[in-house]
């Protein structure tokens, strides 16, 4: 790993944010000339206000206390081995569901474990389809290697709700699956399902049963965090049994459901660290995305420009969230395959992934220095991105 990325990696564990550029620059030149370690700089971190500051509950660590397998095993299109979540009867729902699309489609699957929901719906559908997960023990990475889906993204993280929400206001996702996962959260179980129905269509959403007992994570909050779905026009798709813990409570079952985003779906800033439209061209500035099941685009409203929008996640972002799959060899392949006529901006932000290909955005806007595909692999490197 390059030095860079490793200021970075601790930057994002003890602080939960992106180094400054100038912080970057300072302390490569401090460890690269050999005047402070790696643990010196932790120990630096570690001292420093703004750590005492955070409350530790922020601070997130990889939850390793489930090993089971909780989804199938599927490879290449075939279920080698069973989880102890029945997760058939699940996709089913949402299979049929995604049928009524006929555009391909955008999927966040948070919280995927083994991937099953992601790979049957990138074998089934066109589009692109983002897990989110970040604990090793379900070998996520291994599995999309071994899959192989040019469709699939895997961002390896562990997402807290600030990060959802700076999700949101740069990305939308046709539908987001949110199946046994929002319980796991820190913060109030109703934040956290809102941010999620902002930044999509769609979302299906299961969540245990109030009654389980404490083989369930933060079982005693189930009892007392009722959530209210009635805004999301809530249908009820089946019930499965939990399958954790004594006989009594494997046999108590979830409700999956499938609730809408009745509100507008706006794109609310360029890329994290710049301002928001709002704030800087004024009311009603942000980018509405106009979707239905035949079509997906945005509008820009700021200047006279309506435009399908590309499936897919902005590199910028893929990296920020620790995007692994597509591997970082891969990216670069990408970087180096764009064919770029007369760029005028190659910030990443302006590159969409879907997995197979960079789609270049934006390039009218604006004479930025980041111009050429050298540049813009130079300012990820010093960013610690690559
Ligand atoms: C109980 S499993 C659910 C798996 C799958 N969604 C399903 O319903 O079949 C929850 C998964 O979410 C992951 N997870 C929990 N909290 C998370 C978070 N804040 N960000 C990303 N992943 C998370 C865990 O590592 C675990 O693999």
Redesign the pocket.
Known sequence: MSIRKSIRKQYLKFLDREPELDDLDFYCTELESGRITLDDLILIIKNSDEYHKLPKSKI?EN?SS?IET??DIRIKGKTLSS?Y?N?EE?YNEIYKFCKKFNRPISVL?????EG??TFRLSEDFPGVFVA????PQ?KLLELCIKNNNQNILLLD????LKHLKNLKEVQHFDVV?A???IH??DEPFQDVLDTLISMCSFCFM?HPNSLEDNST?NSHRLKTEKMNFEKFKPQLLNKNESGLGNSVNQKLERNMWLLQNTKSKTIDRGWRGTSKYRDQFGLDAEIKIQSDFNEINVNYGLRNEKRNWIQGVDLRTFLEYNGVYPTTEKIINLIDELEIDNAQDLGPHNLILNGKKLFLIDQNDKLDDVNTKEKLKDFLKQSGLL
């Open positions: 997130y939850d489930e909780y989804n989880g979540r997760s699940r699957d948070l919280g995927a474990a099953y929901f989110v997960e970040s604990n379900r993280k562990q997402m807290n699956l199946l046994n996962v796991h959260f299961e994570k």
